[in-house]
């Protein structure tokens, strides 16, 4: 848990959030700034930097495990999922998250 962690704080319950979907480790919640018509950060509660950062084989499969339940219980099934990694690559939140979203069309090669 880092105190300056926005991700941290939300997937801890500092910070009020509904939670889309919680498993012991894993927290799915809305995208504050929703880039389709549904959004879901799928977010470890421990503070992971990146995906570079994530060496637990049980905690990468609760990831997907929660990302699928999530999605499942929205009645989603086509959606795109991202993990920014790096600056290069995008991320502005160093707490490792799965984007998800749905609800548009996708383009490919993403920008
Ligand atoms: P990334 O650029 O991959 O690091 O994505 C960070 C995402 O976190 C962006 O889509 C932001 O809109 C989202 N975000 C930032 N702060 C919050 C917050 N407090 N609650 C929910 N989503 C957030
Ligand atoms: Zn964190």
Not at 2 to 29: L, M
Not at 55 to 69: Q, V
Request: proline fraction near 5%.
């Amino acid at each position: 848990m880092s105190d300056s962690c926005i991700f941290c704080k939300t997937a801890n319950g500092q910070i009020p959030s509904d939670f889309v979907y919680e498993t012991k480790r894993v927290v799915v919640f809305k995208d504050i700034n929703p880039q389709a018509p549904t959004h879901l950060l799928v977010v470890p509660k421990e503070h992971i930097e990146t995906l570079n950062d994530l060496n637990d084989k049980d905690l990468t499969a609760e990831l997907f495990e929660a990302l699928k339940a999530a999605v499942k219980k929205l009645g989603i099934s086509e959606y795109r999922t991202v993990i920014n990694t790096g600056k290069g690559a995008g991320q502005e939140v160093f707490h490792l998250h799965i984007h998800v979203m749905a609800g548009r069309s996708f383009s490919w090669p993403a920008g």
